[in-house]
């Protein structure tokens, strides 16, 4: 019952964060702190998102005109109109939770999923390399001889490569992980990398 519970506590948990981002997105209030700038990473999926929104929506309208039963059809309504406030509030996740640069480090997210704090003092270089991932994954873990990279992607790529001086411990839904590189996707790899040579000459 153990892992069964802990699953419909994540299940709970991402639904109610979906709705919060869903709030946040309507309101204009991304979460972004004083001083972070922020780096946008819905690109790579906008497209197909929006695909399941308008998807979404011609199902609520066709399973409305086509279900004879008014109790089935009720039933049917509220599921469909479910699914497209949750696509909604998925695409939201994504745009009030973006990527930050910030006077403590970097802040790697995926939606309202994770939020990965790398600081400056464990940051070796950031470089731009574009990479296709073989996984569908969002996030997995590679190890070799030189340690464990750590893959943020989106639409399974990355562009920007994090080179750690020093194993990072990194909090996964599988457990902490002990990475010494990061790879992550962003919208404009450029302006992120700019970006984090500016805060980091700051920094020295």
Same mark, same amino acid.
């Given at each position: 019952? &153990? ?5 419909? +506590?994540?299940? %709970?948990?991402?639904? %109610? #964060? $979906?709705? +919060?981002?869903?709030?946040?997105? =309507?309101? *204009? +209030? ?12 819905? !690109?790579? %999926? ?8 308008? =998807? ?38 994504? &745009?009030?939770?973006?990527?930050? =640069?910030?006077?403590? *480090?970097?802040? %790697?997210? /995926? ?13 070796? #270089?950031?470089?731009?390399?574009? @990479?296709?991932?073989? &996984?569908? @994954? ?8 030189? !340690? ?6 989106? !639409?399974? +790529?990355?562009?920007?490569? =994090?080179?750690?001086? @020093? ?7 599988? !457990?902490?992980?002990?990475? /010494? #590189? ?8 450029? *302006? ?5 040579? $500016? $805060?980091?000459? &700051?920094?020295?």
């Amino acid at each position: 019952m &153990k892992p069964v519970l802990a699953l419909t +506590r994540r299940a %709970i948990a991402f639904e %109610i #964060a $979906q709705y +919060r981002s869903l709030f946040r997105w =309507v309101s *204009g +209030r991304p979460d972004v702190p004083t001083g972070a700038v922020p780096f946008a990473y819905i !690109g790579a %999926i906008s497209a197909l998102l929006w695909v399941f929104v308008v =998807v979404s929506a011609i199902e609520l309208v066709a399973l409305h005109l086509l279900i004879p039963w008014e109790t089935i059809r009720l039933l049917a309504d509220i599921l469909s109109l479910w699914g497209l406030i949750w696509m909604f509030g998925f695409m939201a996740g994504f &745009k009030v939770h973006p990527h930050l =640069v910030t006077d403590a *480090g970097l802040r %790697i997210r /995926t939606g309202s999923g994770h939020d990965i704090a790398v600081p400056w003092d464990a940051v070796e #270089a950031v470089t731009l390399r574009e @990479r296709t991932l073989d &996984k569908s @994954r969002t996030l997995h873990v590679d190890r070799d001889e030189q !340690g464990a990279t750590l893959s943020v992607a989106v !639409g399974s +790529r990355t562009n920007v490569d =994090v080179t750690l001086g @020093r194993p990072l411990l990194v909090p996964l839904r599988t !457990g902490p992980e002990s990475v /010494t #590189a990061v790879r992550f996707y962003v919208d404009d790899a450029r *302006g992120l990398v700019g970006q984090v040579r $500016q $805060q980091r000459a &700051k920094q020295s």
